[in-house]
């Protein structure tokens, strides 16, 4: 099925193993969302389990959170993760708090669905990458999915998980088709997974980037190369001890996501392996490849050119491997 399915057959799963699951967010019902993610469900459950609702991210997050407080598990759609920063007060200064505040006498188990990336030429205000914000905040769980299983495996561990998830979804990867398990299936949460097995170099990509640095491997196979590509899979909790085996074994690392460069999650990767003991079996200094210093254009070609591709990827793999041992 494809991604997009994946993350609906999960919703639909859970609405009917456990009443206290709802939907809420713009245009989810009759339209089916933005993307068309929730698309039917409200045939079956109702308006009353799958509630549209204003144009307001701050109302969203704060009657999701709310709602997780009292027992309920929503789950929150925005239209775009760029929306989020109009419900940041809610979700970082209340959702991401109130357990700690309460001595973890309060649980607050909502899931903010969003999402995120370029690629559709819907321009600046609807095409960031903004999971590194997310990932800054104690409280917060950040996941990424990149294939259907994994959407759809993460998504039900999201919901049933106790602490807000922020799930961020990107746009292209809607219509990727993969192999789903039926029934009860559930990844856990801060479990990274090495996508394809190599020995030459690690590529450690977050969401997009993982199909693009898959085929960059195939092309590499072709040469003679044996890449490894590990995606994370989700940045908080973070699943050091995968991506740190890899470097150590592979011992050069290239770190590659759709953010701006600049403050961008890979950072926080390199300084993670770059702190461990991987650090004494690199051959190399770790090398990140990610967005232009630039807002997302609405151009195609200069979006496409604001964004790592394949051949950027390619390339970044060919001076890693080019470069002299540390």
Do not use: C
């Not at 549209?52 to 959170?65: C, F, K, N, R, W």
């Not at 789950?75 to 973890?104: H, T, W």
């Not at 890979?266 to 090398?287: C, K, N, Q, T, V």
């Amino acid at each position: 099925m494809t991604y997009a399915e994946a993350i609906r057959e999960a919703l639909r799963e859970e609405m009917r193993r456990d009443p206290r699951v709802f939907l809420m967010g713009e245009d989810i019902g009759i339209y089916g969302g933005a993307f068309g993610v929730t698309y039917g469900l409200i045939d079956e459950f109702g308006e009353e389990r799958v509630r549209d609702t204003p144009i307001s991210e701050a109302v969203l997050a704060g009657s999701a959170i709310g709602a997780a407080l009292t027992g309920m598990r929503p789950v929150a759609e925005f239209q775009f993760s760029d929306f989020m920063a109009i419900g940041m007060d809610q979700i970082v200064n209340q959702g991401a708090k109130l357990r700690f505040m309460f001595g973890g006498k309060a649980q607050v188990p909502v899931v903010f669905r969003a999402p995120l990336g370029s690629g559709t030429g819907a321009a600046a205000q609807h095409s960031q990458s903004l999971e590194a914000w997310f990932a800054h905040v104690p409280g917060l769980k950040v996941v990424l999915p990149s294939t259907p299983a994994d959407a759809k495996g993460l998504l039900l561990s999201a919901i049933r998980d106790p602490n807000p998830v922020i799930f961020l979804e990107h746009k292209l990867l809607y219509r990727y088709k993969g192999l789903v398990p039926r029934g009860e299936w559930t990844i856990p949460i801060g479990q990274a997974e090495v996508k394809r097995h190599g020995k030459d170099l690690t590529i450690i990509a977050l969401s997009i980037m993982v199909p693009r640095a898959l085929a960059v491997a195939e092309r590499l196979a072709e040469e003679g190369v044996e890449a490894e590509v590990v995606d994370p899979r989700t940045l908080r909790p973070l699943d050091e001890e995968t991506l740190i085996t890899s470097a150590r074994k592979t011992g050069r690392v290239l770190i590659v996501h759709e953010a701006v460069l600049t403050g961008g999650f890979g950072g926080e990767i390199a300084a993670r392996i770059a702190s461990s003991e991987a650090f004494y079996y690199l051959d190399a200094p770790i090398l990140r490849l990610g967005g232009a210093e630039t807002p997302i254009p609405y151009n195609r070609t200069l979006e496409r050119r604001a964004t790592p591709q394949e051949e950027d990827i390619y390339q970044a793999a060919r001076r890693l491997l080019q470069r002299r041992p540390l």
